[in-house]
């Protein structure tokens, strides 16, 4: 089996491709060991000192370490816990359910349908693009006085040092211009 590495936009975060399916259903994001108790590969991975969450895409694995720990040891590690679970025939989930919803306000009328076409451009153009750098982004709110749009950012978008630039100048202009309701574009509190 070979793991290839590629680099994020976010310095803190690394993707690992194992070459075989992840997370197909749905990904998933640990922000810690006591989370990952439903997933065996994320917990394992959460045993290696200085990784700091653990985010299960479609065909890839995305590790985020604390700023005191160095890439020339974690990524060895990682990339030898990997390997060892996918070997093992462990499951990377050990059950599938959906992870916890986001409470979801309901829309209805002219709103609904602005709603609509945000969520589906979100789905269509921003999160393949952002799942190649090894992160998501999930529509949580829109406020309909104000036409701002809020967003949870998850995996290596979380943190990373350009992601306001890809809130801003990326996802708000594209909105912006496709849905013109909308006024700014704002990450989700953590």
């Known amino acids: 089996m070979f793991i290839q590495t590629e680099a994020t936009p976010n310095p803190e975060t690394l993707k690992f491709l194992p070459g075989r399916e992840v997370s197909p259903k749905t990904p998933y994001e640990f922000l810690n060991e006591k989370e990952a108790g439903s997933s065996p590969l994320a917990a394992f991975l959460f045993t290696l000192k200085g990784v ?3 985010f299960l895409g479609a065909d890839f694995v995305a590790l985020t370490k604390t700023q005191e720990t160095d890439w ?3 990524k060895p590690q990682a990339l030898a816990a990997i390997m060892d679970h ?3 025939g462990m499951p990377v989930m050990a059950d ?3 992870p916890a919803p986001v409470e979801e306000v309901i829309y209805e009328g002219e709103n609904a349908e602005i709603v609509a076409e945000i969520k589906e451009l979100i789905e269509t153009r921003v999160r393949p693009a952002v799942a190649n750098d090894g992160g998501d ?3 949580e709110k829109f406020d309909v006085d104000t036409g701002v749009v ?3 950012m998850r995996g290596a ?3 990373c040092p350009s992601s306001t630039m890809t809130l801003k100048s990326g996802i708000e202009n594209m909105l912006r211009h496709y849905v013109p309701e909308v006024t700014a574009v704002e990450a989700a509190a953590m």
């Open 72 to 74: 020339a040891i974690l």
């Open 137 to 139: 982004i999930i529509f």
């Open 52 to 54: 700091k969450t653990v």
């Open 157 to 159: 978008c979380a943190g």
């Open 86 to 88: 996918f070997v093992s």
């Open 96 to 98: 599938y359910s959906d």
């Open 150 to 152: 809020t967003l949870q």
